[in-house]
């Protein structure tokens, strides 16, 4: 059966790049990555889950166009972003005498993506890479838009660069050998894309969601199609953040503070807290005013309905009380000069930052959302 291929534009000047969704991709991948090549090799990064399941149809896709690859396997896990992993990829790039010339391709989820991305550009300067995201959450958002990072003690993604990729490749066949958690975490981040900026992108989920679950291809093309092209819009006006691009942490901030509060562990997946953070935000908009009161029930009754985690009773175990919960919102990327900036709603699809956010509403809706925890 043929699926639809769809290709997503990322406009920015000198450093544009396309990125091709479609089924079967990887069997292909020699087709799209060789034109960019100056010689026909490639360095692929890739984790221990992801390359067994799916580097012999990457190399076979590129010996099918003369391409050949050399690869380097790390652990799977958020762990690995760290120094140890990035200074053993970028001398195992220097080991594979990788020029300004060559292509560096990071194959796996956001952890592959953020690592090697780093890696690339810190590499002699920079050289190029490109972007295969073998996860949901890395098709639809951490393999566009060239934020690369590692962890630190001190938080996540706070030593990186921007360096965008030259070319995204998303194959969503390689989503069917994903965990049903883990596809659902990702689709945490496409949910936000409808509530931030696209009513109608929502509405379509609510239609579309549980198939797309359930495997429907073209379904998941579009998603990935859909979310992708909001991400390249946002970055295009906004690509290092001054301002639209903060719209796509909806959500985050809660997240991050209940990812913190649950010591980043299996218990809560970074796409679980968006999911739950985005509910948040949507009640927090509510009690301010700024929404309709039935949008926060919608955004719960999507999530339910798609079996994913909605409300702190949601996460395993004890959580902190909510002066805690609000000292970790404090501690996210997002303070600027001591002030917290929130993404709000004044609608779904309607998302704009903003300072002016009474911390005593923010605090009630946690207590109140503790208390049924
Ligand atoms: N750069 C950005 O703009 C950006 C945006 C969002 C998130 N991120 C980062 O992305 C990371 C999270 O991404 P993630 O959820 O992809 O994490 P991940 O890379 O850890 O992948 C999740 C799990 O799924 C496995 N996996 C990936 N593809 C698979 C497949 N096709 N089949 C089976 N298993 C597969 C991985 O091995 C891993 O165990 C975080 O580090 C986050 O900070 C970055």
New binding site residues.
Partial sequence: MTHTHETVHVALGDRSYRIEIGHGLLADAGKWVAPMLSRPRVAVVT?D??GP??LDTLRAGLEASGVEMTHLTLP???AT?CWRYLSETVEWLLEQKVERGDMVVAF???????LV?FAAAILRRGVRFVQI???L??QV??S??G???INSPHG??LIGAFHQPALVLADVA??G???ER?FL??YG?VVKYGLLGDAAFFDWLERNAPALAAGDIDKRIEAVRWSCQMKADIVARDETEQGDRALLNLGHTFGHALEAATGYSDRL???EGVAIGCALAFEVSSRLGLCAQEDPSRVRAHLKAMGMKTDLNDIAGALPDADTLMTLMGQDKKVTQGTLNYIMARGIGAAFVTSDVDPKVVKSVLEDALALA
């Fill in positions: 984790d889950t992801v399941l799916h799977a896990g958020e972003k796996g989820g956001g952890v592959i993506g953020d991305g995201p073998t996860s959450l890395a958002d951490s566009v838009g934020k690369t990072a996540k993604n390689v989503l050998t994903m965990t883990d975490a990702g981040e997946l970074h796409g």
